[in-house]
């Protein structure tokens, strides 16, 4: 399932009817809009997706911020500038269209903006915007070349309105079940600490301790100046013994060997984290696949 389908969770029927409208941008090759929406969706849906490029773009930028980056495609742009496109050759199709396409979308990808996502949508629309977006860069530059402005354009003429029209009735049912369905879905707060995590932090940890190095030691080998202790002339204090050969100097570095003993692992923790994950996951695999 490619990472996209998290963001289409989050955005529903919207991001899906924009995703299959992408390649009808072709049609609008000579505007702005047509090459925005095009490059964009492709520029992205390409890093995201590729095996090749993700890994070093979330390298560079981080994993939370490269799974973000699917939230820079235009869909705004690519679903009204869709509308325009449709309603140039039908204004019934387009009208029509929205009001259905909107109402079966809303039922079957309705979307989830809570903190988790209940659920991932279809990922098939994901690569037919990036290979209808890349036939559409492929024809259209051959088009230009070949100066056929006229083969593959829509009919001239203003039709803002119908546009603008279809895109309202597409959008109102998300309306309608955003006001139907609004409320707090939970009573209690699914991210509190547990009653076991509690007692630990009141029981083991010490108090006003807040360094990992210091926890994981038992021992206050760096010290914390929290709130009001927090002040220019306690922190000039404690590290100008520091910057030269001294007993807190000498102490500390001693304590940093003994976590790097401690924190030692027998491969890199990433890749125990990988396969802590594959495990549970296909641990969870057998156990929908057995009998009930």
């Not at 590290?239 to 976590?259: I, K």
């Amino acid at each position: 399932m490619p990472l996209i389908s998290l963001i289409l969770a989050r955005y529903g029927s919207v991001a899906v009817a924009a995703l299959l409208l992408v390649p009808l941008a072709l049609l609008a090759r000579r505007r702005r809009w047509s090459a925005l929406v095009l490059g964009g969706t492709v520029a992205v849906l390409a890093i995201e997706l590729s095996p090749l490029i993700f890994p070093h773009f979330s390298d560079a930028v981080s994993l939370s911020q490269s799974r973000r980056a699917a939230g820079f495609i235009p869909f705004a742009v690519a679903l009204a500038g869709g509308a325009a496109v449709v309603s140039r050759y039908s204004r019934a199709l387009a009208l029509l269209g929205g009001l259905v396409g909107g109402i079966w979308l809303q039922v079957a990808y309705s979307g989830d903006f809570g903190l988790r996502a209940a659920r991932t949508e279809p990922s098939w629309v994901v690569w037919i915007a990036l290979y209808g977006g890349l036939a559409a860069l492929v024809v259209g530059g051959v088009l230009t070349w070949l100066r056929r402005d006229s083969v593959l354009a829509v009919p001239r003429g203003q039709r803002g309105g119908v546009a603008a029209l279809a895109v309202f009735l597409f959008v109102l049912p998300v309306v309608v079940h955003g006001v139907s369905n609004w409320g707090s879905q939970t009573s209690r707060d699914p991210q509190a600490l547990t009653p076991g995590l509690i007692r630990f932090l009141q029981q083991d940890v010490p108090p006003r301790s807040v360094v990992l190095a210091n926890l994981v030691l038992d021992d206050n080998v760096i010290p914390e100046f929290i709130d009001r202790d927090c002040a220019p002339e306690r922190l000039a204090a404690a590290v100008t013994p520091l910057l030269r050969e001294s007993p807190e100097r000498a102490a500390q570095l001693a304590a940093f060997a003994r976590l790097d003993g401690l924190m030692a692992t027998p491969a890199p923790p990433a890749d125990l984290a990988a396969d802590a994950v594959i495990d549970t996951l296909q641990r969870r695999r057998e156990l929908a696949r057995a009998p009930a």
